[in-house]
């Protein structure tokens, strides 16, 4: 994907995130957490490609295109959830399932950029066999999404909040389908990597 296209995705989705936010409030009757969740947080994690560049380590060792890979990734978690709390979610098809799906693909693109650089360019050590930092991967992509689950429960549960969209779904089965998703998710990420990983590391480290 140019460039440009992708800086013009990147900065609507900040816009596009606060808008979100602010139907989200409207829709749930004055529900906080998402509102916060769209408001804040997603502006705050699509905010970190503007400060990769200043980390010495990264930009030492990185070209643009580290930065471009994390703005991609990072944008497309947002739009995926964001289209969701518009109304995607109520619809018949399970558009939760592919926004999970979504999300953990891009998550483990994200988990492998940051193995590399603590391995490889904090700690100074080699690459581990692709085996075991897959192997890594899927498990930090399956418990960051079985974290989600659990937040999104005590959310729903002491705060209030209507993360669980689905009311005519009992709770577990959601969880369940939930974790489905961000397992091939995950799975599907990994798939990528195995595919593409010395490819993405060609175009993003610098005099390679």
């Given at each position: 994907m140019k460039s440009k296209i992708i800086d013009f995705?990147?900065?609507?989705?900040?816009?596009?995130?606060?808008?979100?936010?602010?139907f989200y409030f409207y829709l749930t009757k004055n529900e906080l957490v998402g509102f916060f969740i769209y408001t804040a947080a997603g502006p705050l994690l699509l905010s970190i490609p503007l400060f990769l560049k200043k980390i010495?380590?990264?930009?030492?060792?990185y070209n643009d295109n580290l930065?471009?890979?994390?703005?991609?990734?990072?944008?497309?978690?947002?739009?995926?959830?964001?289209?969701?709390?518009?109304?995607?979610?109520?619809?018949?098809?399970?558009?939760?399932?592919?926004?999970h799906f979504i999300t953990l693909?891009?998550?483990?693109?994200?988990l492998a950029l940051l193995y590399r650089i603590i391995?490889?360019?904090?700690?100074?050590?080699?690459?581990?066999?692709?085996?075991?930092?897959?192997?890594?991967?899927?498990?930090?992509?399956?418990?960051?999404?079985a974290l989600t689950e659990i937040i999104q429960f005590f959310s729903d549960k002491?705060?209030?909040s209507n993360m669980f969209?689905?009311?005519?779904?009992?709770i577990n089965i959601d969880v369940l389908t939930d974790m489905r998703a961000n397992l091939l998710g995950s799975l599907a990420g990994i798939l990528f990597l195995k595919l593409k990983w010395s490819k993405i590391k060609e175009k993003i480290i610098k005099n390679s």
């Open positions: 995705f990147y900065i609507l989705s900040f816009f596009f995130s606060f808008a979100v936010g602010v010495k380590v990264i930009y030492e060792n930065n471009k890979l994390v703005k991609l990734s990072l944008f497309s978690i947002v739009y995926a959830h964001g289209f969701g709390s518009l109304g995607l979610y109520d619809k018949s098809f399970e558009y939760d399932q592919i926004a693909v891009f998550t483990t693109i994200l391995i490889v360019d904090v700690l100074k050590r080699k690459e581990h066999k692709l085996f075991i930092v897959f192997s890594v991967l899927f498990l930090l992509g399956i418990l960051g999404g002491f705060f209030g969209f689905d009311t005519d779904q009992i």
